[in-house]
């Protein structure tokens, strides 16, 4: 008999479950055990969660799931949803827990996002009612092998070598001008800097000409991949070049010196996420990435009668 287990305000009674089910889940996508966050810990005890529930046979944990809300917004998000092999049952009643706290809470919409290679959760999400609305391709650099690389015609510094953070983030926003959603704080910059190893600031690179930032790449070493000698990958974000100075081997030469960075620590797989056809995957394919898996969000309305 499963039994069913919900935590509220004190998430410490899911933390051991968590790791647990999850590393079993995600065998196939190990890279989902570096994306999102470090443990249990580091997500249930975000200001924005507001449920974990956990299914049991006996003392053995199958199911977990957990709902967080969207800060300004009228959806929900489920932060987390895996199920050991054989235990769909448990993943379905999981599922229902956190629709229905969705309904209790108001929301209008309810989303989640999941790796397309996992067919058991993409079927359960499925007939359950969810659609795909979105989704980019995960890609992944290993970084053993040595690529020869030409002295640049601009230089390359980093927020550990007297770069400040506000030109760091002047550089992004001319970057991505046309795109709102990949402009970057300086306020979560600072934040995430202050995180220590996770987003060491010699690995937050500026292509720099002239004494301008022409070109910037955020890195951060993954939080779930936490070797007894340190991180073991790393992520790529915010990689843009100023409209001026593109085409130009920018972006190429950063992530060049980035890969010579991270291997001098040891670190040899290198993932970011873009999109699936088109956009920047050809210049992503020809620094030597390749597409590892689809992340993919899906979505439920929860107006009414949409049950």
């Known amino acids: 008999m499963t039994l069913i287990e919900t935590c509220e305000d004190d998430f ?3 933390l051991d479950s968590w790791d647990q089910v999850r590393k079993e889940f995600y065998a196939d996508a190990p890279w989902m055990l570096s994306c999102t966050y470090k443990n249990a810990m580091d997500l249930l005890q975000r200001e924005t969660s507001t ?3 956990i299914a049991r046979d006996g003392e053995r944990p199958v199911c ?3 709902l967080e809300r969207i800060p300004s917004s009228a959806v929900m998000k489920i932060s987390e949803l895996a199920f050991l092999k054989d235990e769909e049952d448990a993943g379905r009643e999981v599922l229902e827990r956190l629709i229905e706290r969705a309904h209790d809470l108001k929301a209008a919409t309810l989303s989640v996002w999941i790796p397309e290679s996992n067919e058991r959760l993409r079927a359960l999400l499925q007939e359950r009612g969810l659609e795909k609305s979105m989704e ?7 970084l053993a092998s040595s690529a020869t690389q030409e002295t640049p015609w601009f230089t390359i510094s980093s927020l550990a070598e007297g770069f400040s953070i ?3 983030v002047t550089a992004n926003r001319t970057a991505f001008a046309e795109d709102e959603s990949r402009l970057l704080e300086e306020a979560e910059v600072r934040e995430w800097i202050g995180q220590g190893e996770r987003f060491d600031p010699e690995l937050q690179l500026v292509a720099v000409h002239g004494g301008d930032a022409i070109g910037t790449v955020l890195c951060e070493l993954s939080p779930n991949s936490i070797r007894e000698d340190g991180p073991s990958d790393a992520w790529v974000y915010g990689l843009g070049v100023v409209p001026a100075h593109r ?5 190429r030469t950063l992530i060049e010196e980035l890969k010579r960075r991270l291997k001098k620590r040891n670190i040899l797989d290198l993932y970011l996420l873009s999109d699936v056809e088109g956009g920047a995957r050809p210049f992503y394919e020809s620094a030597g990435f390749t597409m590892a898996d689809v992340y993919a969000e899906y979505s439920f309305s929860l107006e009414p009668g949409n049950d």
């Open 166 to 168: 506000e030109e760091f």
């Open 247 to 251: 085409r130009r081997g920018v972006a």
């Open 51 to 53: 449920l974990a529930v």
């Open 12 to 14: 410490t009674p899911c």
């Open 64 to 66: 977990i799931g957990s």
């Open 136 to 142: 980019e391709g995960v890609f992944h650099l290993y």
